[in-house]
């Protein structure tokens, strides 16, 4: 029981450190080091995995055995998965490194007040637009964020958006909002828009390694994590179709006025 509990225990940490590398890594001041370290732990874990699984299996005389007992075929199984996080981890370490690296760089526009109780959102959605926003909201009680924004990180417009549907902060479009800007004006308490404002819709993208297993994968992963997003958040099944239809360096696009007319939108007073 005891070999089994350490071999269940390596399985854990062997995907923790997996897990750690691939999503939050970017968040160290020295992202090569940290990254690497915890892809080097993820390949350590799955050696001692190894090593109680030959344990497990050795006679009393020091030899290897088949596997007898439901304990000993356990520790043989367990070692499936660490071996998939540590070969992953290593197979894709310069991809995911190149995203983690890319992720740290995409800071992204701040929110700036333009007058009382109204801010401005003018540029592209990284880490630090969630905080900036948190602040403003602080200092002095956010009711309009205006947006104009090609897109950026979806995690960050997904934070964004929570925080303007907690606060049940206005968003106004007048002019455009596009891939992940789009879940923060539809995340607003009501939605203002021009009739052409433009808002785009495509599909997700990875920030790095976009020809790599892992780019491609993440890519995916964006794009499935949007388009659940905006269905929840009221957008139609055609529009859907048509934005998992459109590459990620193409823009498919829908007017305010559409909008309107589908009822997430109302006209923005001049």
């Known amino acids: 029981m005891l070999l089994i509990a350490l071999s269940i225990a390596l399985t854990i940490a062997c995907w923790g450190a997996f897990w750690a590398a691939a999503e939050f890594s970017y968040l160290a001041e020295n992202i090569a080091y940290i990254h690497g370290g915890l892809i080097a732990a993820c390949l350590s874990l799955f050696l001692v995995g190894l090593a109680v699984a030959i344990l497990a299996s050795t006679d009393t005389k020091g030899r290897l055995v088949a596997p007898t007992s439901l304990s000993q075929l356990l520790c043989w199984i367990l070692l499936v998965p660490q071996a998939g996080f540590a070969i992953g981890g290593v197979v894709n370490y310069t991809a995911t ?157 829908v007017s305010g006025a559409e909008l309107q007319r589908l009822g997430l939108a109302r006209y923005a007073k001049r």
């Open 97 to 253: 490194l190149e995203t983690m690296v890319a992720v740290s760089a995409t800071g992204g526009a701040r929110v700036v007040p333009i007058k009382k109780g109204v801010a401005l959102l003018n540029g592209e959605i990284g880490l630090e637009t969630p905080g900036s926003l948190v602040d403003q909201h602080r200092a002095s009680q956010i009711r309009v964020l205006k947006l104009r924004s090609g897109g950026g990180l979806i995690g960050s417009a997904m934070e964004l958006g929570t925080f303007v549907k907690e606060n049940a902060i206005t968003t106004r479009v007048e002019t455009y909002c596009e891939s992940a800007c789009v879940i923060i004006a539809l995340s607003g308490a009501e939605l203002y828009v021009t009739p052409t404002a433009q808002f785009g819709f495509h599909n997700g993208s990875a920030v790095a390694s976009t020809d790599s297993q892992i780019g491609r994968f993440a890519a995916r992963m964006a794009t499935q994590t949007m388009i659940a997003e905006l269905r929840t958040l009221g957008i139609s099944e055609e529009i859907l179709q048509k934005a998992e239809q459109t590459p990620a360096h193409q823009m498919y696009y």
